[in-house]
C-alpha cells in the first residue's frame, strides 16, 4: 500500500481472489497492519474471503491482531463471507439497535439489512441481548 496518507479513508474494500484462491499478498498481517494504518479511526476494512480457504482462519486471525475488532457476515453466495475489520471496537451492540438501524436502511436502500443482522449470530459471538464485537 505505501504512499498514501495515513488515516486518509473510512472504508477499504478487498476482493483479492484471483479465480483460484485468495492473493496471498493481500491476506498477511503486513498488509493488514498498512491497510489499518490507512483507515481514519472509525473507519473498517471490508473484504471478502471463502469460508473453505485453508488460510480463513488464519486470515481472520491476523485480522483480529491488527483490527480493535473483526466482525463476520455469511454472504449470499454460500461459502463466501464478508470480514469487516474495525479500526475502533463498535462496542457491544443491542440486538435491537441493530434490528432499529437496519429496518431504515432496508426502507431507504431494498437491501435486506435485517437478514445481515440476523446472519450476524452465525459467525460471531453474541448473547442473547448483544452482539460481542
Known amino acids: 500500500m505505501g504512499g498514501g496518507n495515513p488515516r486518509s479513508c473510512d472504508v477499504m474494500l478487498v476482493d483479492g481472489y484471483d479465480g483460484h484462491q485468495q492473493v496471498p499478498e493481500l491476506t498477511t498481517e503486513s ?6 494504518t490507512a483507515l ?21 486471525q491476523r485480522m483480529e491482531r491488527v483490527f480493535s475488532a473483526v466482525v463476520c ?3 449470499e453466495r454460500r461459502g463466501n463471507v464478508i470480514v469487516l475489520a474495525f479500526a475502533r471496537s463498535p ?11 437496519a429496518r431504515r436502511l432496508q426502507a ?19 448473547s442473547a441481548g448483544r452482539l460481542l464485537a
Open 91 to 101: 462496542g457491544r451492540p443491542r440486538w435491537e439497535d441493530l434490528r432499529q438501524r
Open 40 to 60: 481514519t479511526d472509525h473507519g473498517v476494512l471490508v473484504t471478502n474471503l471463502w469460508s473453505s480457504d485453508q488460510g480463513f482462519d488464519t486470515y481472520v
Open 31 to 36: 498488509f493488514y497492519a498498512n491497510a489499518r
Open 108 to 126: 431507504l436502500y431494498g437491501l435486506e439489512f435485517l437478514r445481515f443482522v440476523e446472519d450476524l449470530r452465525e459467525l460471531n459471538p453474541h
Open 73 to 75: 457476515v455469511p454472504a
